[in-house]
C-alpha cells in the first residue's frame, strides 16, 4: 500500500514504512500531477511544457526524461504504479495506492450531493492539514491549491453553522478557529467565534477575540474593524454579565 500525504508537509509511505527519496519539490509536484490526473495517460509533450515552459522544447522533454527517471529510481515498486511509453505517461488507477487530496475530494462531493452532512464535513476539514505541496512553485499548482483552499473554507464555514444550530458550541469554535487559521484577516470568523463565545458564556473570550482582530487589521492594513464586527462588539460588551465563565 503507497500512501501519499499533498496537503501541507509532503509524507509518503510504503506498507507503513516512510519513504524518503522523494525530497525535491520538483519530485514531489511530478508525483502530484500524476496522481491527480490518474485517469489520463499524459502525454511526454504536455509534462515537458508544463513543468518546464521557459525551455525549449528538446530541452524540456531531456529535463524530463531525467526527473522521470529520478521518480523510477525513488518510488517503491514503480512499475506498479506508472506506466511509461515514448509518448505518455500514466499513473495506474487500479493499483492500492491513498492520498489524502483524492479523500478529500471524495468526501467533498458526498457532502455537496446530500443534505448536509456533519461528519463528512468533518473528514473534509481533517484532511485538510494545510496548502497543497506548499514548497512546490510549479505554475500548475497554483489554481489547484486555491480550489482546494476555497473548498476546506466554504466546507468549515458550513460545519461551523452545523455545529451552531445543534448546539455544539466547543467543536463550532474548534473549527472556527480553524477557519482564523486559514485566513487571519477574514473579519466574518472573528464575528462567528465572538457569537459562538456568547453563546457558550464566555464573555471574555469574546472581547480577546475582537482585540485580536483589532490588533491584526491595523498591522496589516492600518484600519478599525469594519461596521458588521463593531456591532458584534458592542453586543458582546453587552452580554453575559454575572456569568460563571465572566471574569471581566
Not at 520538483?26 to 496522481?35: D, E, F, G, K, N
Not at 443534505?115 to 468533518?122: G, I, K, V, W, Y
Not at 510549479?138 to 455545529?163: E, F, G, N, S
Request: include cysteine.
Amino acid at each position: 500500500m503507497l500512501q501519499i500525504r499533498l496537503f501541507g508537509n509532503f509524507c509518503l509511505s510504503h506498507n507503513g514504512e516512510a519513504v524518503t527519496t522523494l525530497n525535491s519539490p520538483r519530485l514531489q509536484s511530478l508525483l502530484a500531477y500524476l496522481v491527480l490526473n490518474r485517469d489520463t495517460a499524459l502525454p511526454r509533450q504536455h509534462l515537458a511544457f508544463l513543468f518546464w515552459p521557459d525551455s525549449t522544447d528538446s530541452q524540456a522533454r531531456t529535463n524530463l526524461r531525467k526527473l522521470l527517471y529520478q521518480l523510477r529510481q525513488a518510488l517503491p515498486e514503480v512499475d506498479t504504479f506508472i506506466q511509461l511509453d515514448s509518448q505518455t505517461v500514466h499513473w495506474q488507477a487500479g493499483t492500492t495506492f491513498t492520498v489524502d487530496v483524492i479523500e478529500f475530494q471524495e468526501y467533498l462531493n458526498q457532502a455537496q450531493d446530500q443534505t448536509p452532512d456533519q461528519a463528512l464535513f468533518m473528514k473534509v476539514a481533517d484532511l485538510y492539514t494545510g496548502a497543497l505541496l506548499p514548497d512546490c512553485y510549479d505554475d500548475w499548482i497554483y489554481p489547484v491549491r486555491q480550489r482546494l483552499y476555497k473548498a476546506v473554507v466554504t466546507a468549515l464555514q458550513q460545519l461551523v453553522a452545523l455545529l451552531e444550530a445543534q448546539p455544539d458550541y466547543d467543536l463550532a469554535l474548534h473549527y472556527a478557529e480553524r477557519l482564523l487559521e486559514l485566513d487571519p484577516l477574514e473579519e466574518e470568523t472573528y464575528q462567528s467565534l465572538m457569537r459562538l463565545h456568547i453563546l457558550a458564556g464566555d464573555r471574555t473570550a469574546a472581547l480577546q477575540v475582537y482585540q485580536a482582530c483589532v490588533k491584526v487589521l491595523q498591522q496589516e492594513f492600518g484600519v478599525e474593524p469594519n461596521a458588521e464586527t463593531q456591532a458584534a462588539y458592542q453586543r458582546a460588551l453587552q452580554s453575559g454579565y454575572g456569568l460563571p465563565s465572566d471574569s471581566g
